[in-house]
């Protein structure tokens, strides 16, 4: 059992930056890829950055890449996500989560650790 919990997200104008971080208790923290999700009003679920179990290795959504930046301290058991250029598109509750899975060009949560999420609201 995993259980993540966020924190951070807020109102930032455009061209802003904003961090969210996220703590995971439970099966040793260094043990497993993590990783961030975001859901929009009326949308689904989609995929955002992600993480190996080492740090060394890091993925992103084509729409977020080069102003996202997604990182982990295993000593801390904590994930942090750096969110720089914010544009209103990346309006949205962001969900960490944890021991998610690599499934082609993209990433999934089949063990379904998710944290509660937290807002992130960019505005034009």
């Known amino acids: 059992q995993v259980q993540p919990v966020e924190s951070g997200g807020g109102l930032v104008q455009a061209g802003g930056s904003l961090r969210l971080s996220c703590a995971a208790s439970g099966r040793t923290f260094g043990s497993y890829a993590m990783g961030w999700f975001r859901q929009a009003p009326a949308k689904e679920r989609d995929f955002v950055a992600a993480i190996n179990w080492s740090g060394r290795r890091t993925y992103y959504a084509d729409s977020v890449k080069g102003r996202f930046t997604i990182s982990r301290d295993n000593a801390k058991n904590t994930m942090n996500l750096q969110m720089n250029s914010l544009k209103p598109e990346d309006t949205a509750v962001y969900y960490c989560?944890?021991?998610?899975?690599?499934?082609?060009?993209?990433?999934?949560?089949?063990?379904?650790?998710w944290g509660q999420g937290t807002q992130v609201t960019v505005s034009s």
């Open positions: 989560a944890a021991d998610i899975h690599e499934d082609g060009s993209t990433w999934r949560n089949p063990s379904g650790y």
